[in-house]
């Protein structure tokens, strides 16, 4: 008697779910990603073990690397009042755009004088742009007038003591980490933050 062949049947699968789970999913974190916002002076921080987490207001950071300084501070509204306060003291005048686009920046190092030049580049030519950073000499500390008008404008703006957080290449001088340690001392801030890299835990 003849065997009868069973016809097979195709096996493909359908993959359409699939493909709109995955494009979903890659929407998802595409949105909810935060990007790093390019630094002026990238720096190679120290490694440590602690996961501390800066807060994203109330903050001033000094990045300390090549022998300079940058200076940046958290919020818009309280980095148009530090301007305003800098400019009182050195007499320039900033136009409302020019305080605009300051309160957009991230960290800059120069000083005072050639600050219109850099509020003026887009952020691309800005970051790329030689900055020889903030004057932080004993006849032109601009530096230590900037961190006490950020800390006034932090005040009157949100009634509260911004934190301050140093943010040094590991590989720079002690003499320029003392030199803003001075200033900061100077100013009665003995409470600060180091900003490290965190590596994994030694077992």
Do not use: H
Not at 84 to 96: A, C, P, R, S
Not at 181 to 187: F, Y
């Amino acid at each position: 008697m003849a065997k009868i062949k069973m016809k097979k049947k195709s096996t493909s699968t359908d993959m359409t779910a699939m493909c709109d789970v995955a494009f979903l999913l890659l929407t998802f974190f595409i949105l909810t990603a935060t990007s790093k916002l390019p630094e002026a002076l990238p720096v190679d921080t120290p490694s440590s073990t602690e996961q501390t987490k800066l807060p994203d207001s109330d903050l001033v950071t000094l990045t300390v690397g090549d022998d300079k300084v940058f200076f940046d501070l958290k919020g818009k509204d309280v980095r148009v009042k530090a301007l305003e306060l800098m400019g009182e003291k050195y007499g320039i005048e900033f136009t409302d755009k020019e305080k605009f686009d300051f309160s957009l920046m991230t960290d800059f190092g120069v000083p005072i004088a050639n600050l219109k030049q850099i509020i003026a580049m887009k952020s691309a030519d800005r970051v790329k742009a030689k900055q020889p950073g903030v004057p932080m000499d004993s006849l032109n500390n601009q530096l230590k007038d900037w961190v006490l008008n950020a800390r006034e404008a932090n005040v009157e703006i949100n009634k509260k003591e911004p934190k301050v957080a140093i943010k040094g290449d590991s590989k720079e001088e002690y003499q320029v980490i003392k030199k803003v340690l001075d200033i900061m001392q100077d100013q009665n801030v003995n409470s600060f933050s180091l900003v490290t890299g965190l590596r994994g835990k030694d077992f």
